[in-house]
């Protein structure tokens, strides 16, 4: 998230403008329920189809829903972002191994 480039407190991070906006903001506080100033907060999600600017170099501009923001002196963040949708899942490789194993009907913990 590092490279993702900072943006300033109430900016969209929707750079193709597809989608449904949606506010993200929150108030974030230290252990003992002070204001957590100067905290990094990475913002990053899919498009208006569910896929990321990395899966999808070619189609989405650089940087579309992703942001960094830093929470300012009373530990509040904000940012537009759009309305979370359904995201495709690859079951090739890895992913595509676990999901053909199916689920287990029950999880024991040790």
Do not use: T
């Not at 929707?14 to 990475?42: F, N, Q, T, Y």
Request: hydrophobic fraction near 30%; include cysteine.
């Amino acid at each position: 998230m590092d490279a993702a480039p900072k943006r300033e407190m109430g900016a969209g991070i929707s750079l193709d403008g597809k989608g449904e906006s949606c506010s993200c903001e929150g108030r974030l506080v230290d252990l003992h329920g002070g204001p957590a100033e100067g905290a990094r907060i990475g913002a990053w999600s899919g498009n208006a189809e569910g896929f990321h600017d990395v899966q999808q170099p070619d189609i989405q501009p650089k940087w579309n829903n992703r942001g960094l923001f830093i929470s300012g002196k009373d530990g509040r963040y904000g940012f537009v972002g759009i309305k979370p949708v359904s995201y495709p899942i690859p079951d090739d490789g890895p992913v595509g191994q676990m999901l053909g194993l199916g689920r287990p009907n029950s999880v024991r913990i040790a």
